[in-house]
């Protein structure tokens, strides 16, 4: 009999990260029955990815309400995806990365016994507020685990560091690449106008994203102050800013940028808009931790900006680098990218750490085998 394996996600990059799970697990009707559970912790961009890959979920919370806390989205997701446990009975929930979403899933499996995996596992940053509140909900998730994920050798030696059973630790690659290389190996054309004209713009695109909550407020609007000054010193270059729809996001981008020449303000993209959108940039400013896989598969230079990251491989690399929310480090690190041909194909050309685009493959056949499926 097929085990039942419950894929759990609700925002987004979780989903784009999810994917190529559930579409390999449906390669496989004879080994597993796919049970996709979404919170809808993010309603409209989620549904951005499940269109964009043709998932239907068995369930959905839509838990999402405006100005929501913590609190409310961790207890409507737990006892939503109990309900949901109890019903179906998995015999196993695979759960993504870091959000909410993710630590609620884990915490409803383990309340009823049922085996955990945990994709993308074992990033780190070890400051249990940066980012807030992922590094504790990639952490506590790891400790109810069964089955773990790594993306990378850097992070499965942090899991073993905290005492994890090595034999539970499977190091896959990050499933991002598979999503992004599928997606960008496809014709595309932009079917919004706005965005067609954006990609035929001349100059240099530097694509902006900016949202995580260390970032909300006063950083936020340091960062769009270099904006101004990299648009304005460089002529050649334009900045394209995906403002995330969090009206606390929006509340300081918009008045700071909307009316600066050399800067165009677009609606997160749908992903396949927004792969072909990152095809066509020349570098990336961000402090997305997806971003930060994705960008570099495609040859284009990361700046992070954010004080940590629970993705080192990437700096170590030579594909990103650190330059926090200071105004002046961000407009210096910016330019000496535009400036120097030498330094930016060094940072186009190293070695993405993050996998080979095979990762739902591994993680499927991993999860057959536990159950004794393969």
């Known amino acids: 009999m097929p085990i039942k394996v419950m894929t759990v996600f609700g925002t987004r990059p979780d989903a ?6 559930v579409l390999e697990l449906k390669k496989h009707p004879d080994k597993a029955r796919a049970i996709v559970a979404v919170t809808g912790q993010h309603r ?26 913590l609190a409310e989205i961790t207890s409507r997701a737990l006892t939503g995806l109990e309900e949901i446990i109890k019903k179906e009975q998995p015999d196993i929930v695979l759960a993504q990365g870091d959000t909410t979403t993710t630590f609620t899933a884990s915490l409803a499996a383990f309340y009823n016994k049922v085996a955990v995996g945990h994709i993308e596992a074992g990033l780190r940053t070890d400051n249990k507020y940066d980012p807030f509140p992922e590094e504790m ?13 790594p993306p990378t050798e850097a992070a499965k030696e942090n899991l073993l560091a905290e005492g994890v059973d090595p034999s539970a630790i499977h190091v896959t690659g990050n499933t991002v690449l598979d999503a992004l290389l599928s997606s960008a190996a496809k014709p595309y054309s932009f079917s919004d106008p ?23 407020g006063e950083p936020m609007q340091r960062i769009c102050n270099a904006i101004k000054r990299i648009v304005s010193a460089f002529p050649d270059a334009f900045v394209v800013f995906a403002v995330h729809k969090n009206p606390i996001v929006r509340d300081v981008v918009f008045p700071a940028l909307s009316a ?7 609606e997160p993209p749908d992903y396949l808009p927004f792969v072909h959108l990152l095809k066509k940039a020349y570098l990336v400013l961000t402090d997305s931790g997806g971003i930060q896989e994705e960008a570099p598969a495609l040859g284009k230079p990361v700046l992070v900006m954010r004080k940590t990251t629970e993705r080192p491989e990437g700096v170590e690399a030579g594909t990103a680098k650190l330059v926090g929310t200071d105004e002046d480090e961000i407009f210096s690190s910016t330019s000496e990218l535009l400036t120097n041909n030498v330094l930016y194909n060094r940072m186009a050309k190293a070695i993405n750490p993050y996998g080979d685009g095979r990762a739902a493959q591994r993680i499927c056949q991993i999860i057959f085998k536990y159950f004794g499926a393969a």
């Open 16 to 21: 784009v990260k999810m994917a190529p799970v």
């Open 44 to 69: 409209e961009m989620l549904q951005q990815v499940l269109d964009a890959f043709s998932i239907t979920p068995d369930y959905n919370l839509d838990i999402m309400q405006q100005k929501q806390t």
């Open 137 to 149: 909900n990639r952490r506590l998730t790891g400790v109810i685990a069964d089955l773990h994920f």
């Open 194 to 216: 706005n965005l067609a004209k954006i990609a035929e713009l001349s100059g240099r695109m530097i694509l902006v994203t900016a949202h995580r909550r260390e970032n909300w």
């Open 260 to 266: 600066t020449p050399g800067v165009h303000l677009i």
